[in-house]
């Protein structure tokens, strides 16, 4: 049984700094791309950042020179800085992921709330 689980939301002030954790367990045999997610209530799900199995990343315009995505094995992570209101959302964790014995495909966290308030 595959799972990916989040953890490190939580509630900052305006200009802070939150570090995301999300790590897969389970049989899995291969990990291919590592992201992250975020939906803010009445907005579509948007992609945050991703990184390959190789290293490479990608940021979306509006967290770029803020966020870094970076990854440890089984591991990743998404240390943000900078962090304004407009960041509020639920963050998701998606892995494309190939478990013993199967094919790849698509898993998902469960979600961790990031707060950006004074």
């Known amino acids: 049984q595959v799972q990916l689980v989040e953890s490190g939301g939580g509630l900052v002030q305006p200009g802070g700094s939150l570090r995301l954790s999300c790590a897969a367990s389970?049989?899995?045999?291969?990990?291919?791309?590592m992201r992250w997610y975020r939906q803010a209530p009445g907005k579509q799900r948007e992609l945050v950042a991703s990184i390959t199995s190789g290293g490479t990343t990608y940021y979306g315009d509006s967290v770029k020179g803020r966020f870094t995505i970076s990854r440890d094995k089984n591991t990743v992570y998404l240390q943000m800085t900078s962090l304004k209101p407009e960041d509020t959302a639920v963050y998701y964790c998606?892995?494309?992921?190939?478990?013993?014995?199967?094919?790849?495909?698509?898993?998902w966290g469960q979600g961790t709330q990031v707060t950006v308030s004074s």
């Open positions: 389970g049989s899995i045999f291969e990990i291919n791309a």
């Open positions: 998606n892995a494309v992921l190939r478990p013993v014995g199967d094919f790849f495909r698509d898993y």
